[in-house]
């Protein structure tokens, strides 16, 4: 089992998996000689339609191992995978927090807030600074940086 399926297991939970992102992940797997009948099955799927190429996701995910978490396990899983992206200073913290929340969308971190948006989350000093009105792009993609290393102090696993 890879963490590229689990990877893709999150994604999908989270509600952020497309079919082509699966046949392209199938299509790599075979590239690679990694064989599953359920890769031929998904091929052979007509037409390559959610319900059918997302049951079949499903059983080879099962076949392989990986199991599928819950909307809440992926988004943890994903803001951390994010997070910790921003924290390194590899990426353009403003740009990388935008595609955090738009892969935990299908999230309904709104309604577990405690005090401040995306608190129960530990995103909340982030989310502050993407918003920010009164500061320069500069000020705001550090305040997002110095707001992940503390995140990741405070909420990563730690492996």
Known sequence: MST?????AIKYAAGILHTKDIIEHVNS???KGIWSDVF?????????GWGCISTLFEKYLKEIGVLIPTIEEAARELVEHHVLLIASGTVMPCVQFKKLLEEIDNYD?????KDYL???LGIHQMYGWYYEDYCTVDQINQGILEASKV??????KKH
């Open 4 to 8: 590229q399926e689990k990877f893709l």
């Open 29 to 31: 797997q075979l590239d």
């Open 40 to 48: 031929l099955e998904i091929l052979d799927c007509d037409p390559k």
């Open 109 to 113: 971190y709104y309604s577990k807030t």
């Open 118 to 120: 995306g608190d129960n």
């Open 151 to 156: 995140w990741v102090t405070t909420y990563a």
